[in-house]
Each structure stands twice: as C-alpha cells, then as structure tokens.
C-alpha cells in the first residue's frame, strides 16, 4: 500500500476527526484504533496532542457546554421580563447548537458510563436548573401558562432545541434566525392559528 | 465462583434485556459476548433464540415502528379537521412512546450503520411523511400557522415527542394523558398566556 503525504494535526482538528467519528461510530464504540486508522497517523501522534480517549471527550463536550453557559450568563443580563431573558436564552442556544453542532449532538449523546460523561451530566443539569428558574419567574410575572409544571415546560423547551441536532444542517435552507424564528413562534405562540 | 439457577428466557424476556443493554452501552459497542454475561446464558442459548445481534435490534426497532404506524393508521380514520388527526397523531405517539419507551429510545438512536438499521430509517422517513402531510392540510384548512414551512413543523412537533425520551419515565409523577396534555398545550398554544 502506497501512502501519499498527510496532512498533519493541530488539536482542533484532531479534535474535529475525532467527534465525526464518535457521533457516526458512537463514543464507546470508537477505539483510539479506530481513531488512529481514520487520522491516518499513529497512536502515538494522537497521545501527542491528547492523553486518551476520555480527554478527547471532555474537550469535545465542554466546548458545547461552555457556549451554552456563556448564553445563559448572557441571558441573565437581559432587561425586562423574564420571558425575554426565557427567548434570548432559547435563541442563543439554537445559535450555539448550530455554530458547534458536532459538538453538541455528541453532549447530548452522553450517557454517563465515565466520569467525563457523569461531569457532562452534571454541567446538563446545572445548565436545566437556569432554564427552569426562568421558567419559573415567567410563570410569576403572568406570562408563562400556569397549568404546567416549570421542570415540564423547561424540558419541553430544550427537548425541542436539542432535537434540533437531529435534523438541522446549516448548508441546508434554513438559516440560524429562520430557525430560531421557527422554534419561538412555535413553543412561545404555538402551532394554531388564532381565528 | 458459584452460580445461582438462573431465570430462563423465552424471545420476549430476552429482547427486553438486550434493549436494556443496547440503550445503555450503544449498540455497536454492545457484543454477543456482553449479552450472554448480562443474561448469565450461554451465546448459543442467545442463538437458540435469535440468529444475531441484528436480529435483536430488527425485532426491537419495528416493536416501537409498528406500534407509530398502528397509530397514524388509526388516526387516518378521524373524523373532522387535519388538525384533529394531527393532534390524534401526537398523543397516540406519545401513548406508543409510554409504552414501548426503551424501542422506541433505542429506534431514536439508529444511526444507519447497517441495513437494519438503515431500514428503520427509511420506516422513520415514511412516518415524517404522514406527519407532513398532516401539517400540510392543516395549514391548508387554515388551521395552522402558514409561516413556517410544514416539514419544518412536522420536525419540531415529533423532534419534542422524541425528546421525551431523554427524561419522561413512567413511574414518575406524571401521567401519559398529563404528559400528552402538556405537550399539545405548549406546541398547540404556545407557552405564553395571551393577555
């Protein structure tokens, strides 16, 4: 087998090989063999850049993670009420699901069967208990339905936006604000037309 | 080490924990070898039941597709506006969800890897058709909002039923119907109280 000349690997790229393949092949199922074979270099040049598997993981799952807490930090700037701290939130969550999205799609894939996994977790529900709060004082503030409960709606909401991951690509159609226009006209007005 | 006597499987019994497993290491990363240990049978006591791996996840797969289409055939019959029939459709899907939720969460993460799995896509595809088209004539009927593209809607309606099964589990507080309830209220009216 004749081997032509490869191009040679920052981090970020790796990086980028790296979660293509988890999110095809699934994070368990992927070996650093398998890593080694798709980068077409050597495990050991991936130990270069990176000590396992695992850290290949928890640098993938915080760059999501970290978007979507730089939103929420963001979000709790917004002035007014606090369903617009509520939209702003939902909106930059789309934008970062849609600017890292290999990325998150593999956040969202996690299970929990590392320590990484279980620290990603963690960091999803810390991340859920932001949203339900503004759920909660947009409820307070009268314009939020009462009749469900705060921890329901708030998983409504982001079940919808990480649904996201499962058919958007952003070379389709859809641009992000048409998107995100999409997503809040449907949870914040609904589906129905009001005749 | 000593054995205990174990429980004997017939296929169903069996299924049920393959699933279990499948949903919680991945399928790809789940062997022949891992069931038989989860199972405390022998690999051929697991062949006696079913010729492969592939077979497990075919059987689960059209477990949770059979009972989605079961339900878009039974919605078909509604009697009135595309609306109704779409709204029969979601809860109907959510009742299917309920009740099949480790096939329908392991359907959920098919990736395509193989021809099973890539024909539970394409049984996928096919009821994202029905769904559509239902979207459609209820924007037709004047029904639904006419400003988001109707595949787009077919996707944020039934990407937030699939998210249920990230975090709905049936012996929580919440019941199907108030479960089904809380999601047509919030994609049907939206989450914001109309002043």
Redesign the interface.
């Known amino acids: 087998m004749t081997r032509r000349g490869r191009p040679g690997y920052d981090l970020e790229s790796l990086l980028a090989v790296a979660v293509k393949v988890f999110n095809?092949?699934?994070?368990?199922?992927t070996s650093m063999e398998d890593l080694s074979r798709r980068l077409g270099i050597t495990k050991s040049a991936i130990y270069y850049h990176v000590p396992s598997k695992d850290e290949l993981l928890r640098l993938a799952v915080d760059r999501a993670l970290d978007g979507l807490f730089a939103v929420a930090e963001e979000a709790r700037g917004v002035a007014g009420p606090a369903?617009d701290r509520l939209e702003f939130l939902i909106r930059g969550s789309i934008g970062v699901l849609v600017d890292r999205l290999p990325f998150v799609t593999l956040l969202l894939?996690v299970?929990g069967?590392t320590k990484v996994e279980r620290a990603a977790l963690a960091r999803r529900r810390e991340f859920d208990l932001v949203v339900t709060e503004l759920v909660k004082q947009a409820e307070a503030e009268?314009?939020?339905?009462?009749?469900?409960?705060p921890a329901?709606?708030a998983?409504?909401?982001?079940?919808?936006v990480?649904?996201?991951t499962?058919?958007y690509r952003p070379r389709g159609g859809?641009g992000t604000a048409d998107l995100a226009n999409?997503?809040c006209?449907?949870?914040?007005?609904?589906?129905?037309?009001?005749?």
């Open positions: 095809e092949r699934g994070y368990e199922a369903i894939r299970r069967n009268g314009d939020v339905r009462p009749d469900i409960d329901v709606t998983r409504l909401l982001f079940g919808t990480n649904s996201l499962e058919w859809l999409a997503v006209a449907v949870l914040f007005d609904g589906l129905r037309t009001t005749a």
